[in-house]
């Protein structure tokens, strides 16, 4: 570290008060890196990003400020654009208000940088990535589940080719969401409200999206089935309300070099796997199963030879002849990570490949997915080229 006092930018984090913007992007990124002294930055020097909380409740951000010791807070978001110390606007608030809050940050001339998905509709997104990209301002859009250690081992055997020729994927995502009545819900009542933004589409073919395009090859086309298998919850007063948006999805993906991948996606569903996503995936030289921390892989040579007998009590513990992928776990959380990657974007211009068109390429998975469920029908997806739309 150099001695030399450290270069402060300044990062507006809007919806800081939410689940995510408080413990994944607050805590364990931002306060994180300051807890470290700051970000190292070979050439520049010692970086230190200096949060500013912005959310609409005062009381919540000032119990926050309390909480993090972190001392400017406000509730007016133009007020905090004003400062040019702010250089970088960060989004993690409800998806639908995401879009027009972007927009004034390119607009005052910010880096903008947002949890997924993008924006509510992937033209709002493409709208920013060409408003951002004219103005020559840095965008980034989170696509944390590339940094988690069970991905990054997955990746380390797919850039090896320990596994071959990839020819299918299966994602299994989802664990029992309470309805809110008989025991509190876990996650915010306005997931299960399509008019604020609810949906598990949305919510996860965003995360599916990078994953396959970064790991497997381009999505080429999709089919999906969705429900809405619990039609009725309690929200945070107490209150029952009907569910509006789809809790399940059931979808089919099609893959530059024929990969077929299936992923199934539910908040009605109890988990009896290894974590509460996992990912198997079948090479012709092995298989490999990820979830968000470990990842366990079967080469040929461990391959068991099968019989079909359902007669018989099983000939082998299906489970023990897989092993753990080797390699070191990554040095830090996924999210801090991928904030270490944007302000080294910003600060130093390293390629920062998870911009605002990747992040409307999340949206247009997940807009594709639903028009193939209204439709019944496969729905292949348009080329998302930089000066489209
Ligand atoms: N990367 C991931 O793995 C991941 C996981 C969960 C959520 N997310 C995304 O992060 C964003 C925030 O999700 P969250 O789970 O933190 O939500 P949350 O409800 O906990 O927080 C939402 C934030 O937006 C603010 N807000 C503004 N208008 C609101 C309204 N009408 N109703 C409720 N809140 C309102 C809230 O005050 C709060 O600060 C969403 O876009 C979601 O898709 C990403």
Known sequence: MSAASPLRIGVI??????RMGTNQHLRRSILSIRRDGGLEIAGIGRILPEPVLVG???????????ETGVEAWTDQLDRALEDPANRIYFDAQTTPLRAA????????????????????????????????????????????K??????????????????????????????WVFDGRDAPLQRPSWNYRKE?????????????????????????SVSCLGATHVRRRWNEEGREYAVTADDSAYATFLLEGDVVAHFNSSWAVRVRRDDLFT?????????????????????????????WNPDLEPSHAWLESWFPAPGAPPASGPFRTQWELFLRHVLADEPFPWNMLEGAKGVQLAECARESWRNRSWVDIPELAPDSG
Not at 13 to 18: F, I, P, S, Y
Request: charged fraction near 25%; hydrophobic fraction near 40%.
């Open 13 to 18: 984090m809007n919806g800081v008060t939410g």
């Open 196 to 220: 604020e933004g609810g949906s598990i589409i949305l919510d996860m073919f965003p995360h599916w999206r990078y994953l396959l395009d970064n790991l497997f090859g381009r999505v080429r």
């Open 56 to 66: 609409r409740n005062r009381v919540k951000l000032e119990r926050l400020s309390r």
């Open 101 to 144: 809050a972007l927009e004034r940050a390119v607009e005052a001339g910010r880096h903008v940088y947002c949890e997924k998905p993008a924006a509510a509709t992937s033209a709002e997104a493409h709208r920013i990535y060409r408003m951002a990209q004219g103005r020559g301002l840095k965008h980034g859009v989170v696509q944390d």
């Open 146 to 175: 590339l940094w988690v250690p069970g991905v990054v081992r997955l990746r380390r055997l797919l850039r090896d080719g320990c596994l071959g020729r990839i020819l299918s994927v299966r994602g299994e995502f989802g664990y």
């Open 279 to 307: 990912l198997q995936v079948d090479g012709t030289r092995g298989s490999a199963v990820c979830g968000l921390n470990q990842c366990r892989v079967q080469l040929a040579r461990s391959t068991p030879r099968v019989t």
